[in-house]
């Protein structure tokens, strides 16, 4: 039997095509593409991602995204249920959500890369002794995400101010960011729940990202507001309240200045 919390697809394109093989949706689970060679685009919560040549993406669970074109193109795309990335791995991936990219991906490396969705195939089409064949796959899953995240984790420590330290804690306030912007909106509450200064977090985290702490904050919360606007019917009341805004005509104005077009506006423009 197949594993359902397991699909991998392969991806050939040969000429320059503008592609959308899926309208723009967001999943539960999971995706990385690894694509061997070519140039493609893809829309990832409404910011375009141009991936160049041999390289890694990691799509999180809800965010929305869609592709835009593909030239030259091999890739392979692994759908992963969440329950298959262990929590050290996915700390890594969720940190990367701020400053979201595709990363090249050295020839050893995308050896290994091949190695392993090859037998992830494989392995996730096979039915005797079922048990042991769904322990092949959280192991090779999680050898699949472990070099990923080492990806991820690589090119995070090369940009920005040095140190373990400034490293851990741009991480550590990303996540916290992605799972807490509704609730806490200030720096200080922030700084608060990493045990330092506010000046010291929007220091640290301002050499590493180019931006400050505040900028990280309003940009995931405009992030999960254009998900809504696209993907819900819900009223603009209703979405600024679901944000954590008491009065909807300020995340109004919050929006439209951020965005050069009011939050209405953006809907109908996404959805043509």
Known sequence: MTDKRLSITKFRNVGKTKIKVKA???DDHFVFIFQEKGNSRILVDFKEIAIKGCSVLC???????????????????????TSLVSTTFRSVLEGSVLNQEAISVLAKEADEFKKCISLLSTMSKRSEEENFIRQIIDSQSNAFIGMLALIYSRREQATGEPGARAVIITREFKKLVVNNFKNRKSPAAYAGALNISAPYLNEVVKRRTGFSVSYWIQQEMLTEAKRMLYYTDNSIKEIAYALGFKDHTYFSRLFSKAEGLPPLSFRLEYRK
């Open 59 to 81: 799509i999180l669970p809800g965010q929305v995204h869609y592709g835009i074109s593909a030239h030259d193109t091999l890739s392979w795309f692994i759908a992963m249920d």
């Open 24 to 26: 723009a949706h967001r």
